[in-house]
């Protein structure tokens, strides 16, 4: 297994908006192995307190050495990440987790939302180089600010990207499945998707009912990100568990157990 | 490790089990130990104590399972785990060849389980212990603890102790009123050693859902924040028994080892610090034999118990 536990140099911090922040690291060894789907567990401080890892997914790798996480500020570790300083040092546990599983003949499609977009950005770029065609993509987020700066990472791609906002300010006003009802997906087409839950839900069944391939990237607490702790786990269709870390965190949709209101 | 330290001693004994060092993984943290190897030289270990396993495989608790807290975290994992069978022909078959002790930690709801389980581990290759986790609630008792009846204690210490062949650990709970009481309970049964402190029983709300964080409600708090609790425990039974006993809670760096050994253990586990540091266990053996050596010592069991009081 090629997991390592580094000590990362912080060599750029983007804030993307108030909240969203983008940190760039080193790590070769990380990087030579990493796969698009993967993550990794940063210790946002030196301390007993916060304790624990918080995992990240691996939004883009570059240079054969630098690595990107994406996240939104939303409780004491990400905001201690976000305090961090250019040139400081990060412990950096990874690549871990399973990653997608890429149909090189395609048509594939990936869909994210929020900071779920993070892991497809790597995809997108991944795919660009290895696939026949490249990869419809659509992005939803809550407004224009939090999703023109990531769907601009896209296009640099060459990648066409289909926005959706929630208040309308940014390509279509709603969601992320009305966009792909209106896309014209291929039949034999492989949906890539990370999200909230709900989306995901969302997708799964428009999948489903299209008879299309569909693979989500699971986010859960999670204490180890290494099979150890059993912590990280999500209902599966055929009964009992499966484990975010050590089985996903991107899982066939079909397998997992998913609550329907 | 450097060459000038090859001579420093840091074995220890816990019954018939010799051990390299006094640093071994506990119950829970360390998966399958396997695991770990991307980061850990396993082998330099002073021993790894396997997912508890019961009889029959158990799926564990609803997500959510675990909750960080102050300087520590709350789970209720609902110990799931592949089974006995299923742990005899694959996890233990894939651990052949590793050249450190194997402890398999054992849980049951009945005397009849722990008794079972004990046979079907007995003659296993390469299982070196057993530890007992007495914290699981008897059904048939009306679910009160077999940890916290000392004569209950006392019976499945005797049931497991009587179909092992291999020296048997029984993991104390700190959810007691005295847990003297139930560590000469299980010495007078026969336990070759006692380790604790298993979880602290805690507890998590989100103020504004105005719900439990965890979906078990209440879980076993670990991590640093117990580990002044550990510490008094171990120092007690220390004193109340005479078999080694086996340090956990909270232990995360060698300056913690050196502590839980002054206040009596023979040998610690680390636990929950696996998580955040997989390399925990063995930097901590580095740390001791860097002690030994500075300090000149003979060897690191010159240090258990020896705490100063005047």
Same mark, same amino acid.
């Given at each position: ?122 995809? !997108? ?113 055929? !009964? ?22 | ?35 770990? $190897? ?17 009889? $029959? ?32 022909? $694959? ?220």
């Amino acid at each position: 297994m090629s997991q390592f536990q580094e000590k990362t140099q912080i060599i750029r911090i983007e804030r993307l908006t108030t909240d969203i922040i983008r940190l760039t690291l080193e790590s070769s060894r990380i990087v030579s192995t990493a796969k698009p789907g993967q993550f990794v567990m940063i210790r946002t401080g030196n301390g007993k307190d916060p304790l624990l890892r918080r995992p990240f997914s691996i939004s883009q790798i570059a240079n054969g050495k630098y690595f990107q996480i994406l996240f939104k500020v939303v409780g004491r570790g990400t905001a201690l990440l976000a305090h961090c300083r250019e040139g400081e040092s990060l412990s950096v546990l990874g690549p871990l987790g399973s990653g997608f599983r890429i149909h090189s003949n395609g048509p594939n499609c990936l869909v994210g939302g929020g900071m779920g977009i993070a892991p497809l950005l790597f995809l !997108g770029k991944t795919m660009a180089r290895q696939c026949s065609a490249p990869p419809l993509v659509v992005l939803g987020a809550r407004n224009r600010e939090e999703l023109a700066p990531l769907v601009d990472d896209f296009a640099e791609l060459g990648l066409s990207v289909h926005p959706a906002t929630d208040d309308g300010s940014f390509g279509h006003h709603g969601l992320v499945t009305d966009v792909l009802k209106n896309l014209g997906l291929g039949d034999d087409c492989m949906t890539y998707v990370c999200g909230p839950h709900l989306m995901m839900t969302a997708v799964h069944l428009f999948c489903k009912d299209r008879g299309y391939g569909c693979q989500v990237s699971m986010e859960t607490a999670m204490a180890c990100g290494m099979g150890a702790c059993l912590g990280c786990i999500v209902p599966l269709e055929e !009964g009992g568990y499966g484990h975010a870390c050590s089985d996903g965190p991107v899982f066939d949709a079909k397998e997992l157990l998913w609550e329907v209101k | 490790m450097g060459s000038e330290m090859k001579d420093v001693d840091l074995r220890v004994s816990i019954g018939s089990l010799n051990l390299k060092n006094p640093v071994m993984t506990a119950s829970g943290t360390f998966g399958y130990a396997r695991e770990f $190897e991307p980061y850990v030289n396993l082998n330099r270990l002073g021993g790894v104590v396997v997912k508890g396993i019961s009889l $029959e495989p158990r799926a564990g608790n609803p997500p959510p399972r675990i909750v960080e807290t102050s300087c520590g975290m709350l789970n209720a994992i609902g110990l799931e785990n592949v089974g006995v069978e299923r742990f005899i022909s $694959e996890k233990m078959e894939s651990l052949q060849g590793i050249d450190v002790p194997v402890l398999v930690n054992i849980l049951g709801d009945t005397l009849d389980e722990y008794r079972e389980i004990a046979k079907c581990l007995n003659g296993v290759p390469g299982v070196a212990g057993i530890e007992v986790n007495i914290s699981c609630p008897n059904v048939k008792k009306g679910g009160v603890a077999f940890g916290t009846v000392p004569e209950m204690a006392a019976s499945v210490t005797t049931a497991v102790k009587e179909n092992s062949s291999v020296p048997v650990i029984v993991k104390l709970s700190p959810n007691v009123t005295d847990i003297t009481l139930i560590a000469r309970a299980v010495e007078d049964a026969g336990a070759d050693a006692v380790s604790l402190i298993n979880t602290l029983i805690g507890m998590a709300i989100d103020h504004r859902s105005r719900r439990p964080q965890l979906a078990n409600v209440i879980g076993g708090l670990s991590g640093p924040a117990i580990k002044p609790v550990a510490l008094r425990m171990v120092y007690q039974v220390a004193q109340a028994v005479s078999i080694p006993v086996i340090g956990i809670g909270g232990i995360e760096s060698t300056e913690d080892v050196l502590e839980f050994m002054l206040a009596g253990a023979t040998a610690v586990q680390i636990g929950t610090a696996n998580f955040v540091n997989p390399r925990a266990s063995e930097e901590a053996v580095d740390g001791l034999a860097r002690y030994v050596a500075e300090q000149e010592m003979d060897s690191i069991r010159e240090l258990i118990g020896g705490l100063i009081l005047s």
